[in-house]
């Protein structure tokens, strides 16, 4: 099986910063894309960030210049540099991952998700 775990979400003031991580484990072969999400209540979840296995990004609108998705491959993660952070960035940030396990079938995988909040 495979697991995706999210880390790093809290509290902070805005302007403030936070980095989230996912780590990929499991009976992985390829991740191919790896996304960050966001949902508030009653909303619809929206794409943060992604960033393709040849290393492409991609950016919502509203948090180019102050977000920056990376990934490390050796290590199946990848990361969400928030900076500037708004009152309205609070959501509860969702990793993704396009994963192709050993036994070659290709499926989406979705962590828990974390909890960000920007509050003063």
């Known amino acids: 099986q495979v697991q995706v775990v999210e880390s790093g979400g809290g509290l902070v003031q805005p302007g403030g910063s936070l980095r989230l991580s996912c780590a990929v484990s499991?009976?992985?072969?390829?991740?191919?894309?790896m996304d960050w999400y966001r949902q508030t209540p009653g909303k619809a979840r929206e794409l943060v960030a992604d960033?393709?296995?040849?290393?492409?990004?991609n950016y919502a609108d509203s948090v180019k210049g102050r977000f920056t998705i990376s990934r490390d491959s050796a290590k199946n993660t990848v990361y969400l540099q928030m900076k500037s952070l708004k009152p309205e960035d609070t959501a509860v940030y969702y990793c993704?991952?396009?994963?192709?396990?050993?036994?070659?079938?290709?499926?989406?995988?979705w962590g828990q998700g974390t909890q960000v909040t920007v509050s003063s």
């Open positions: 993704h991952a396009e994963v192709q396990k050993t036994n070659w079938a290709r499926s989406d995988y």
């Open positions: 499991g009976s992985i072969r390829t991740i191919y894309a």
């Open positions: 960033i393709t296995s040849a290393g492409s990004t």
